[in-house]
């Protein structure tokens, strides 16, 4: 069943206020959507330490410390590019030298072309999520136009945000 965006949104920036923690995101075939969708919530500011839009590969490396090894052979859709990217923005984002508590990224094709660099077809997506739990990354194959597979992925992002923020919360209570 479909939840809309702003609803997800809403309960991770909840999540995230209830355990004190701040959330950094680095989106690349998103373009600044989830960390809008986040900051849309009010209150969002208290937990949201910002977002990095590292469309360019060379970015990833630079802003975000992607190895330039992996990059170069296997170019920016991979899903070892989004966990880096994922542990990279909670660096880059740190507040008052304290890492966010979780970052999250997004890499992927949007379409309607196969990426250039590696082929990989349009739909075809990774989600990097780091936070204290661990690093990880999941996959998606996302069907429809070059904007429906954009919303797809902050849909799926927000999804796993709001899924390690209720482990972290469960941790916490325990």
């Known amino acids: 069943m479909f939840e809309p965006l702003a609803q997800v949104a809403a309960e991770c920036v909840a999540r995230a206020r209830a ?25 969002a500011s208290a937990v949201v330490s910002g977002g990095i839009v ?5 970015l990833k490396r630079s802003l975000l410390g992607v190895s330039r090894v992996l990059l170069g052979e296997y170019g920016p859709v991979h899903p ?4 880096q990217m994922a542990a990279g923005v909670r660096r880059t984002c740190a507040v008052s030298g304290q890492y966010a508590g979780v970052g999250i990224a997004t ?8 990426d250039p660099a590696t082929g990989q077809p349009a739909g075809v997506v990774f989600v990097g999520l780091s936070s204290e739990r661990g690093e990880r990354h999941v996959e998606f194959r996302f ?3 070059r ?5 797809a992925t902050v849909g799926a992002a927000l999804g796993l945000l709001r899924e390690e923020l209720v482990h972290l919360l469960s941790a916490k209570i325990r």
Do not use: H
């Open 107 to 114: 890499t992927g094709v949007a379409g309607p072309d196969p």
């Open 147 to 151: 904007q429906q597979i954009r919303v």
């Open 80 to 83: 070892e590019v989004a966990r």
């Open 143 to 145: 069907e429809g136009d």
């Open 54 to 58: 590292a469309y360019d590969t060379e």
């Open 19 to 43: 355990l004190g923690l701040r959330c950094a995101v680095a989106e690349s075939l998103t373009g600044g959507l989830l960390v809008g969708e986040l900051v849309s919530v009010p209150g």
